[in-house]
């Protein structure tokens, strides 16, 4: 039994303790609150084999990380460069792993899915998923089960370039009713970024008519936003952030904000 912990302001051992216990529960987000003050006991229980919290505390480093990815002009914040100067010269993969994507963050500006959804979850979906990281039993996640663990590991696949492995994992992800549109939609960013455009839209169509209604009009606001983008109108950011909301209240939440602005302002558009 781990000892009584202080959920906003713990001590290393009172980390320690709590990683150590299989039954372990947390509060709410903890992960998030954990995440804005980096510490090297996050790396160091991260880094465990034999920790059995240890997934907890790879997430926690993710989300530490998130807020340095909105380009060339951000750097993390210290501890999370000192944690990333340390995790460097790990032999540990895993957390050497987490290093290079905190040091290649700038990369992940130009995906065409949500980089911080996946970055929140896509990363220890994929270690997981490959068998590196087991699942702990207290974990309240985002996405809810295995199907959809597979979108988000597939999402890391298409962006460092597996894309073998991303097809893959879509495809047996579709073959579940509830992950099978985010699957598809994940799969036609995947063709579109081969330049498969007509089979990017038939995919997108296949999803719109599981879902006709709120779906179908959500994503023709999309659409329509998109083409006022294109077209440099100056409220097309506004709508595309407004198409965005709509998506996400039906359940789909891939567009990135961010590779939107640097279109808008690559084909001259002003904020």
């Not at 290393?12 to 039954?23: E, P």
Request: charged share 25%.
């Amino acid at each position: 039994m781990s000892e009584s912990v202080d959920w906003f302001n713990p001590t290393d051992d009172q980390l320690r303790s709590w990683a150590s216990d299989r039954n372990a529960e947390s509060t709410e987000d903890w992960d998030v609150v954990l995440a804005h003050d980096p510490r090297p006991v996050y790396l160091e229980l991260a880094s465990d084999p034999a920790c059995p919290n240890r997934s907890f505390f790879v997430r926690v480093l993710y989300i530490a990380a998130e807020p340095h990815l909105g380009g060339l002009a951000v750097k993390p914040t210290p501890g999370v460069e000192e944690l990333v100067s340390v995790a460097a010269r790990h032999e540990e993969p895993i957390t050497a792993r987490w290093a290079l994507r905190v040091a290649n963050r700038v990369a992940w500006t130009h995906s065409m899915l949500d980089i911080r959804a996946l970055w929140h979850w896509g990363f220890v979906a994929w270690e997981k998923a490959e068998g590196h990281l087991s699942w702990i039993h207290h974990e309240v996640t985002w996405p809810l089960d295995e199907a959809m663990n597979l979108v988000s590991a597939a999402g890391v696949d298409l962006v460092e370039g597996r894309l073998d492995q991303a097809r893959h994992r879509l495809e047996r992800a579709s073959e579940i009713e509830s992950a099978r549109p985010h699957a598809l939609f994940v799969l036609a960013a995947l063709e579109e970024s081969i330049g498969n455009e007509v089979e990017a839209e038939g995919l997108i169509a296949d999803v719109l008519r599981m879902h006709p209604q709120g779906r179908l009009e959500a994503a023709a606001q999309l659409h329509q936003s998109r083409l006022h983008l294109a077209a440099r109108r100056p409220n097309a950011l506004q709508e595309l952030e407004q198409a965005r909301e709509r998506l996400r209240r039906e359940g789909v939440d891939f567009l990135n904000m961010q590779r939107a602005r640097d279109l808008w302002r690559m084909n001259g558009g002003q904020d």
